[in-house]
């Protein structure tokens, strides 16, 4: 099976502009979850999607967005970025009830000048 | 609140064994996970533990888990050079209602030839 995909893989972005990211999961996972991972704040919980619909939500500005479609594949949106936005960005899926195992894709580095 | 804690830095020599530690906070958490980022990925799921149990082991990685006082370790037998990297424990709290994974600062573990 492959792993979890996500493009791009790097990314530079200058402040103001909005940003969308594409993460492919597992196939036959239906839960993709989005994690930003910084030095100074670690690996911090965006959001999950689960069949089509936000499930939960971390503490992040409405800035932030994500949505999945029909396919499980899902998309995380960042507009008017900011210095602070930069980052790696880690999507995960599982398949529930399985142990409940994610496995996480190589990640998208962003990076806004 | 939610807080993960992990020791920054461990430093072993190949060939010996290295203990991993974490302390987490929410009891209700269905699993406990294990994670290893090495630089420039992704992170790597190593193994899980099921919060009625209190040890697995799993080929040269063996989880205790003290549910009494919200401690989950990770030893490694016969650590090697390529065991270099950062280990993050993760907890899941809500009790299964949601994916959402709550990640430790994350341990660097050195290994000396």
């Known amino acids: 099976k492959a792993g979890v995909t996500q493009t791009p893989r790097y990314l530079i972005k200058t402040r103001g502009q909005q940003v969308t990211l594409s993460c492919s999961p597992i196939s036959g996972h239906r839960s993709v979850s989005w994690y930003q ?39 995380m949106n960042v507009s008017t970025l900011e210095l602070g936005d930069s980052a790696l960005y880690l999507c995960a899926s599982s398949q529930p009830g399985q142990g409940d195992e994610q496995y996480f894709g190589p990640g998208t580095r962003l990076t806004v000048t | 609140g939610e807080d993960v804690e992990q020791s920054l830095f461990l430093s072993v020599r190949e060939g010996d064994s290295s203990v991993i530690n974490c302390t987490y906070t929410d009891s209700s958490s269905t699993y406990l996970y294990w994670y290893k980022q ?28 003290n549910k009494k006082d919200k401690h989950l370790s990770l030893r490694i037998a016969d650590t090697q050079t390529g065991d270099s990297a950062i280990y993050f424990c993760a907890e899941s709290p809500g009790g299964g209602a949601t994916n959402k994974l709550i990640f430790g600062t994350g341990t660097l573990l050195a290994v000396q030839p």
């Not at chain 1, 991972?37 to 994500?66: D, H, I």
């Not at chain 2, 992170?43 to 209190?54: E, H, R």
């Open chain 1, 37 to 75: 991972q910084t030095p100074g704040q670690g690996l911090q919980f965006l959001f999950e999607y689960f069949s089509e619909t936000q499930r939960n939500k971390g503490n992040f500005p409405g800035r932030f967005s994500g949505r999945q479609f029909s396919n499980s594949r899902s998309e």
């Open chain 2, 38 to 65: 090495e630089p420039g990925a992704g992170l790597q799921l190593l193994t899980y533990i099921f919060s009625n149990m209190d040890m697995k082991q799993d080929q040269r990685l063996t989880v205790l888990l």
